[in-house]
């Protein structure tokens, strides 16, 4: 079955960064554009960054932009997200999903990320 695993969280301070995996299982992840959402405790999910199956697209949410970087391997079926300078609001359960908007058809348990000092 599809499984998707996200690791990498943890607490770090503003400005710092962190990176997070997320491993695929269960179906043939280069055939599927992937996602990373965010969710805060009482906010809506929030989409951070989408990348195509070949890599050739990739689209970011605007609170994000310009710091953070998302990447895939397909031969390793991972998907990758490069956070830099946090701020105490990218503060949240962070998950990915397989598919892109409205294709989206399954996501992971998610890994949490706090960023305090």
């Given at each position: 079955?599809?499984?998707?695993?996200?690791?990498?969280?943890?607490?770090?301070?503003p400005g710092?960064?962190?990176?997070?995996?997320c491993?695929?299982?269960?179906?043939t992840?280069?055939l599927?554009?992937?996602?990373w959402?965010r969710q805060?405790?009482?906010k809506?999910r929030?989409?951070?960054?989408?990348i195509?199956r070949?890599?050739?697209v990739?689209?970011?949410?605007?609170s994000v932009?310009g710091?953070?970087?998302?990447?895939?391997?397909?031969a390793?079926?991972?998907?990758?997200?490069q956070?830099?300078?946090?701020?105490?609001?990218?503060?949240g359960?962070?998950?990915c999903a397989?598919?892109?908007?409205?294709?989206?058809?399954?996501?992971?348990q998610?890994t949490?990320v706090t960023v305090?000092?």
């Amino acid at each position: 079955q599809v499984q998707l695993v996200e690791s990498g969280g943890g607490l770090v301070q503003p400005g710092g960064s962190l990176a997070l995996s997320c491993a695929a299982s269960g179906f043939t992840f280069s055939l599927y554009d992937m996602t990373w959402f965010r969710q805060a405790p009482g906010k809506e999910r929030e989409l951070v960054a989408g990348i195509g199956r070949s890599t050739g697209v990739i689209r970011y949410g605007n609170s994000v932009k310009g710091r953070f970087f998302v990447s895939r391997d397909n031969a390793k079926s991972t998907l990758y997200l490069q956070m830099n300078s946090l701020k105490a609001e990218d503060t949240g359960l962070y998950f990915c999903a397989r598919g892109w908007l409205a294709t989206v058809d399954y996501r992971g348990q998610g890994t949490q990320v706090t960023v305090s000092s």
